[in-house]
């Protein structure tokens, strides 16, 4: 459970990290507000979705080094 709610967590933030990216990419770029917003909303989703990625991996090496774990015992 502890795993997963830092999953959880981290894809939280790096979606977070990659919407600022992206804000402050579209304001020193000197685009618009709607660009802005654009470029804040993709960053956000591709930084989120590639933090879950890894997250997911994750969770399922700790998985099966569990079930490793447990076949030895």
Known sequence: MLA???????????GFAGGFI??????????????TGVLL???AAAAAGGVAVVAVLTLRALG??????DRST
């Open 41 to 43: 909303l993709v960053s």
């Open 64 to 69: 099966e080094w569990q079930t490793i774990r």
């Open 22 to 35: 992206g804000y402050a990419f579209g304001e020193l770029g000197g685009f618009s507000r709607l660009a």
């Open 4 to 14: 997963r709610s830092l999953a959880f967590a981290s894809i939280l933030l790096g």
